[in-house]
């Protein structure tokens, strides 16, 4: 079975500078994807990026980044440029993409760290 | 597009009471799921569905029942009420492929009291 581990419940960070967000997993699989969702005070649940395991390349989408570290099962979000709309719950997540009925499409998600964004 | 709707945003039930939470999803996905999600914890998967008439467990599916008749719509069923019910409920779809990546609902606040 796959865990998530988010260690950190909470952050602060200034408006305009950057944080990291950190987060581990434990698989035994090879071929997976990782993934950052944002859960605002709105509750919906906001796909933020998304790695796949066999990518050598960190992804990034616009402010957001990854250190995806495969040998240490890491895989940190980066955010620059901080702004007052990221504040939120950040929720880092597992996924085994084996086809077999869905069973292990499912997302194991970590408990999830409070970022606040300070003015 | 929509995208993935829930109803109702809030809902107070009393123990033993009975509930159907509504999903629907306008982007023609094969995929849907129900999950809960405790005060400070992440998601937990209650039910999934790969396609109309489909429909398997996942990690917590004891008091629920699910039912998938359409492509669009995933109703979640609560029987008799338990006060360990209360939680916030989220639904979500992907298109197919089971790494896609999922669309999740606006969320459904339960209390059971």
């Known amino acids: 079975a796959q865990t998530v581990t988010q260690s950190q419940p909470e952050m602060s960070v200034q408006e305009a500078e950057t944080v990291t967000l950190s987060c581990t997993y434990d698989?035994?699989?090879?071929?997976?994807?990782l993934f950052w969702y944002k859960q605002p005070p709105s509750r919906q649940m906001i796909l933020v990026i998304r790695?796949?395991?066999?990518?050598?390349q960190n992804a990034t989408e616009n402010r957001f980044s990854v250190n995806f570290q495969k040998a240490a099962k890491s895989f940190s979000l980066k955010i620059s440029d901080s702004q007052l709309g990221d504040t939120a719950m950040y929720f880092c997540a597992f996924m085994n993409p084996l086809e077999s009925r869905g069973a292990n499409s499912k997302l194991t998600f970590g408990k999830g760290i409070t970022l606040s964004v300070r003015p | 597009n929509a995208g993935v709707t829930q109803t109702p945003k809030f809902r107070i039930l009393k123990i033993g009471q009975s509930m159907t939470l509504q999903c629907a999803q306008d982007m023609n996905h094969n995929y849907m799921y129900w999950y809960r999600q405790d005060p400070g914890m992440g998601l937990k998967l209650i039910y999934y569905s790969v396609g109309a008439g489909i429909t398997d467990k996942g990690e917590v599916p004891n008091g629920y029942n699910v039912s998938r008749s359409t492509t669009e719509d995933f109703p979640l069923r609560l029987e008799l009420a338990a006060p360990s019910q209360t939680s916030v409920y989220f639904c979500?779809?992907?298109?197919?492929?089971?790494?896609?990546?999922?669309?999740f609902g606006p969320g459904t606040r339960l209390t059971v009291l």
């Open positions: 790695q796949e395991a066999y990518k050598q």
């Open positions: 979500a779809s992907s298109p197919g492929l089971a790494a896609d990546t999922q669309y």
């Open positions: 698989t035994s699989e090879n071929n997976y994807y």
